[in-house]
């Protein structure tokens, strides 16, 4: 009988103790949430590091930028499949860096100070508006001003309307 009652408090404490890590884990594990962006409440998404690539890309002076755009595994599907528009749930991620050269090696560029995480979700109804698409900049973790977020549906519009507002063709 004491043995049984001891057991069973061990047990319940490991269960306790499992629960607590359980909790703790969970706790660490999950990001930060970026607080939302201006206009279309566009937050970063969890595991977008994780995303494949769908293409790299640099910009020339006075931005001087490396990017590489993401896709979740919604936007992959939809490229392998050549489908247009993009579904609900495609989320696109840019993620941007200052260019430097290479301190190893002299005509190599490799990413510097990253600049911006840039983000188009897909949900044609909530954005309606805007063809379908929530933007969000974030610099450092944290939405860049309303005023940015004014410009991106009218370039996106202004020059790939006609390819569901998104610039970035898939690289192989
Ligand atoms: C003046 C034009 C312009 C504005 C304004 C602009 N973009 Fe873009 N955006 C581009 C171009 C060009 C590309 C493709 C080249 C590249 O990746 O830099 C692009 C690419 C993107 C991509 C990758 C998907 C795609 O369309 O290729 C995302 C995500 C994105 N922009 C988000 C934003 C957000 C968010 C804003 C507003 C805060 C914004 N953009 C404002 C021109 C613009």
């Known amino acids: ?3 049984t009652r001891t057991a069973r408090a061990v047990l319940n404490g490991g269960v306790l103790a499992l629960l607590l890590c359980a909790g703790a884990h ?3 594990a999950e990001p930060v949430k970026s ?7 566009v937050t970063i998404p969890d595991g977008y ?6 293409a790299p890309a640099e910009e020339a ?11 979740n595994p919604a936007a992959i599907k939809a490229i392998q499949n050549s489908t247009l528009p993009f579904p609900d749930g495609t989320i696109l991620v840019k993620l941007a860096y200052k260019r430097k050269q290479s301190a190893e090696f002299e005509t190599a560029t490799v990413p ?8 188009m979700v897909k949900d044609s109804r909530r954005y309606a508006a805007t063809g379908g698409w929530g933007f969000g900049r974030f610099i450092n973790g944290q939405p860049a001003d309303l005023a940015q977020h004014q410009t991106c549906f009218a370039c996106h519009a202004a020059h790939v309307k006609d390819r569901d507002y998104v610039f970035t063709r898939f690289a192989p």
């Open 35 to 41: 607080a939302p962006s201006p206009i279309y409440g």
């Open 49 to 54: 590091r994780q995303w494949q690539m769908i």
């Open 112 to 119: 510097g100070q990253p600049t911006t995480v840039q983000i």
């Open 1 to 3: 009988m004491q043995i």
């Open 26 to 28: 969970h706790a660490s």
């Open 61 to 71: 002076a006075p931005l001087d930028e490396l990017r590489v755009v993401l896709g």
